[in-house]
Antibody
């Protein structure tokens, strides 16, 4: 059964770069034609798609975050990563990693999520 | 502000049926058969309940059903149970450029 686990600093200072990693277990990130995505949820608010990466490395970003966003995949470690630069308090959220079969496909499964707070 | 519009809250009594709407545009909900619905209990990750407008993943109760009319998708839960109380989010593919949009979420209270 595929499992995803987010990891990274829980506290990031304003203007710095938020970096998270999603470790994939129960399957190889490069053995099948899947997309690997990031979704976030500010406290008490709704879900927001951040972006996704195809196993081959092609990336697809939310237009509102594109200028600050980098998503990459490390097949040797079976994980993919998120970097969001120049963060502000508005980037405080629970960040989830997930998988989908195509950009139009549903997100399933999801990681448990990790809270990242942007504060000095 | 979310791209898709959902009611902030709905409620129903055990055994009743409720419907949650999700209104988009001709660029997302109205354009593609790729609407999904997620259930989220407090402190938990979202769970996929409906995909491709009306398909149910394995393991999801047949009390959950989805439909679409024009630019509005709907999630119907029949025979409400206490454990159905949660937040529900709709999601739609929005084509090249925007790719994915979510609704703002609906809190379902089982009275």
């Amino acid at each position: 059964q595929l499992q995803l686990q987010e990891s990274g600093p829980g506290l990031v200072k304003p203007s710095e770069t938020l970096s998270l990693t999603c470790a994939v277990s129960g399957g190889s990130i490069s053995s099948s034609n899947y997309y690997w995505g990031w979704i976030r949820q500010p406290p008490g608010k709704g879900l927001e798609w951040i972006g996704s990466i195809f196993y081959s490395g092609s990336t697809y970003y939310s237009p509102s975050l594109k200028s600050r966003l980098t998503i990459s995949v490390d097949t040797s470690k079976n994980q993919f990563s998120l970097k969001l630069s120049s963060v502000t308090a508005a980037d405080t959220a629970v960040y989830y990693c997930t998988r989908h079969a195509a950009l139009r496909s549903p997100f399933d499964p999801w990681g448990q999520g990790t809270l990242v707070t942007v504060s000095s | 502000q979310s791209a898709l519009t959902q009611p902030a809250s709905v409620s129903g009594s055990p055994g009743q049926s409720i419907t949650i709407s999700c209104t988009g545009t001709t660029s997302d909900v109205g354009a593609y058969n790729y609407v999904s619905w997620y259930q989220q209990h407090p402190g938990k990750a979202p769970r996929l309940m409906i995909y491709d407008v009306s398909k149910r993943p394995s393991g999801v109760s047949n009390r959950f059903s989805g439909s679409r009319s024009g630019n509005t998708a709907s999630l119907t839960i029949s025979g409400l149970q206490a454990e159905d109380g949660a937040d529900y989010y709709c999601c739609s593919y929005a084509g090249s450029g925007t790719f994915v949009v979510f609704g703002g979420g609906t809190k379902l209270t089982v009275l």
